[in-house]
């Protein structure tokens, strides 16, 4: 069985590069990619299974990573995110760090021990 993982951001070169690095570390992971939280939402709102992972982006269009986990909390979706941002602003990470979902708060670009965590995460 394949580990899965999803991640939404709206960067498609970012989201590649997140996929592409990951997979090196796990090659049984699969990494289901949303480009809109809207897109993801759908999704959680109609799997059976889903991935007890999710890497997030905080600044997106339409809807934000906050209002994402917002949903997940309505919805008693019991996922672990890692908050995957190009955000350094101190407000955002005080803020990840008052939401019991979110176990890292992570600064793009992720380099080796962030894959690192990633991967442990799920193992």
């Given at each position: 069985?394949?580990?899965?993982?999803?991640?939404?951001?709206?960067?498609?070169?970012?989201?590649?590069?997140?996929?592409?690095?990951?997979?090196?570390?796990?090659?049984?992971?699969?990494?289901i990619?949303?480009?809109?939280?809207?897109?993801?939402m759908?999704?959680?709102?109609?799997?059976?299974?889903?991935?007890?992972?999710?890497?997030?982006?905080?600044?997106?269009?339409?809807?934000?990573?906050?209002?994402?986990?917002?949903?997940?909390?309505e919805?008693?979706?019991?996922?672990?995110?890692?908050?995957?941002?190009?955000?350094?602003?101190?407000?955002?990470?005080?803020?990840?760090?008052?939401?019991?979902?979110?176990?890292?708060?992570?600064?793009?670009?992720?380099?080796?021990?962030?894959?690192?965590?990633?991967?442990?995460?799920?193992?």
């Open positions: 069985m394949s580990k899965r993982i999803v991640l939404i951001d709206d960067d498609p070169i970012n989201n590649l590069i997140l996929k592409k690095e990951l997979s090196k570390k796990d090659k049984s992971l699969e990494v990619i949303f480009e809109t939280a809207d897109e993801a759908l999704f959680y709102k109609s799997e059976v299974n889903p991935p007890n992972l999710i890497l997030l982006d905080i600044n997106m269009p339409e809807i934000s990573g906050w209002e994402f986990l917002e949903f997940l909390e919805k008693k979706i019991n996922s672990t995110v890692f908050m995957i941002t190009s955000s350094v602003v101190k407000r955002d990470k005080e803020k990840a760090e008052n939401y019991p979902l979110i176990k890292e708060y992570l600064i793009k670009p992720l380099g080796s021990e962030d894959f690192d965590k990633i991967i442990k995460s799920i193992s």
